[in-house]
């Protein structure tokens, strides 16, 4: 079978999107003022995206849970989910832990004094980190638009999944509104296609921006600890995740970074991964994962499932330990371990909450002097913004795998077209390719 033909290099997102990410950094760095004033356009496009956020999310779950058939089958798939995710966090938190004590980053460090303006600055901005209580009631809304006007993923999962179980308790009656549902969902994925068309643009602004801001500087300091911080990311994806699609899905997990690579490099260019959410959605569901699992496992791994974030907290706890001269026991680095498995949870949404939870976690241990941890976190908070990227990269692709993993354990997965696609024999069909 011959092989799709290509559009031109220049017309495809992909290039587009490193050009404008080389240029970034290039106007970053030999033109900060001008980076400075190049923040509206990372901020526009990111904006753009987060306002199709929600009536994607609501849309793919409700039309994907009332064409169910029943409300077991939901049940079965989130429950499949969570405890995929509650595995892969685990052995993401072990693969951090392991990778600070082979290579000590931190080990001989002087903490000396230190201005934390920027850090207590942060912690103003962030808020303090909920308990466990507060985020999960955090999941219910105040009212049923709020969901959608305050921004919250699981509260709009929330109100979608409700919803859902109304049309399917109407059975037969229902099925007029689901059909609504399904139109406007193919409107917003081409207001989602026309928004992508201006990712360049996007990722140009927030790279100049992001240069000019923190410069390359900060790259020579702490930089062993972002070489085992970015080289256990790539550990986890080949090893880890490549296991996974190979081994249960049989599909190619570097097929797979391929078909996703626009999504990876926009992520890469904004640090935000909620920039490519409603397009995952739409390129999974191309790929052959069906709507509903599609609509229930991507935007709860958003929230449930950061493996690149759950791996910066693992190793940065270790670090400080390290940078700080305390010996953690083993008694309390499988301490650190639980908290992180329950605190890693709440840090999607907001910038800065995934730093605010390690030193949130650290201070609540009571093991390190208070003035060495706060001159550990600062440094840590210097290069916070450039270790970012991986930490998206990471999660984005981390759930991409979650989705076609629970597909195929449902049996909901059309793996022959998922296989032509992923080995460059068949082009994907994507809705937003209307707009």
């Known amino acids: 079978m011959a092989k799709p033909s290509r559009k031109p290099f220049h017309k495809d997102l992909f290039f587009q999107v490193i050009a404008a990410t080389i240029l970034g950094v290039l106007v970053g760095h030999f033109l900060p003022g001008v980076g400075l004033s190049l923040k509206p356009l990372g901020d526009a496009f990111i904006n753009l995206i987060k306002m199709m956020i929600g009536p994607i999310i609501f849309c793919t779950?409700?039309?994907?849970?009332?064409?169910?058939?029943?409300?077991?089958?939901?049940?079965?798939?989130?429950?499949?989910?969570?405890?995929?995710?509650?595995?892969?966090?685990?052995?993401?938190?072990?693969?951090?832990?392991a990778a600070v004590h082979i290579f000590?980053?931190?080990?001989?460090?002087?903490?000396?004094?230190?201005?934390?303006?920027?850090?207590?600055?942060?912690?103003?901005?962030?808020?303090?980190?909920?308990?466990?209580?507060?985020?999960?009631?955090?999941?219910?809304?105040?009212?049923?638009?709020?969901?959608?006007?305050?921004?919250?993923?699981?509260?709009?999962?929330?109100?979608?999944?409700?919803?859902?179980?109304?049309?399917a308790i109407m059975g037969a009656k229902g099925k007029a509104i689901t059909q609504s549902i399904d139109l406007f969902s193919r409107a917003v994925f081409n207001i989602i296609g026309l928004i992508v068309k201006l990712a360049p643009i996007g990722v140009f602004g927030a790279m100049a921006y992001s240069v000019?801001?923190?410069?390359?500087?900060?790259?020579?300091?702490?930089?062993?600890?972002?070489?085992?911080?970015?080289?256990?990311?790539?550990?986890?994806?080949?090893f880890i995740l490549g296991a996974i699609m190979r081994f249960y899905c049989r599909l190619s997990l570097w097929g797979f970074i391929r078909y996703i690579r626009e999504e990876i490099m926009i992520c890469f260019g904004t640090a935000s991964s909620e920039t490519v959410l409603p397009r995952m959605m739409d390129k999974l569901m191309a790929l052959g994962c069906e709507k509903q699992v599609v609509g229930m496992v991507l935007p709860t791994?958003?929230?449930?499932?950061?493996?690149?974030t759950s791996l910066y907290l693992a190793l940065a706890t270790m670090f400080i330990a390290y940078a700080t001269g305390i010996d953690l026991s083993w008694g309390q680095q499988a301490t650190v371990l639980a908290i992180l498995l329950v605190t890693s949870k709440g840090t999607a949404a907001i910038y800065g909450t995934a730093f605010i939870v390690l030193s949130a976690t650290?201070?609540?241990?009571?093991?390190?002097?208070?003035?060495?941890?706060?001159?550990?976190?600062?440094l840590l908070f210097s290069i916070d913004r450039i270790m970012a990227p991986g930490r998206v990269i990471t999660n984005l692709i981390g759930n991409g795998v979650a989705t076609i993993f629970i597909a195929r354990w449902e049996g909901k997965l059309e793996y022959s077209q998922a296989k032509s696609i992923l080995s460059g024999k068949k082009e994907p069909h994507l809705l937003e390719e209307k707009a």
């Open 362 to 378: 650290l201070s609540a241990l009571h093991v390190f002097p208070e003035d060495k941890l706060a001159v550990a976190l600062a």
């Open 104 to 167: 000590r980053p931190g080990r001989g460090m002087v903490m000396g004094g230190a201005d934390i303006s920027a850090l207590n600055a942060l912690k103003a901005k962030v808020g303090a980190p909920t308990s466990t209580i507060d985020f999960l009631m955090n999941i219910i809304p105040h009212t049923f638009f709020s969901a959608f006007t305050d921004g919250q993923l699981l509260q709009v999962v929330l109100v979608a999944l409700l919803f859902s179980s109304g049309l």
């Open 61 to 97: 779950v409700v039309s994907g849970i009332a064409g169910m058939e029943n409300l077991k089958q939901a049940g079965r798939v989130g429950i499949k989910a969570l405890l995929y995710f509650e595995v892969v966090t685990v052995l993401v938190l072990l693969i951090g832990m």
């Open 212 to 238: 000019s801001k923190f410069g390359v500087a900060s790259l020579q300091n702490l930089g062993e600890l972002m070489a085992i911080f970015f080289g256990a990311c790539v550990f986890f994806v080949i």
């Open 301 to 308: 791994g958003y929230a449930f499932n950061l493996d690149g």
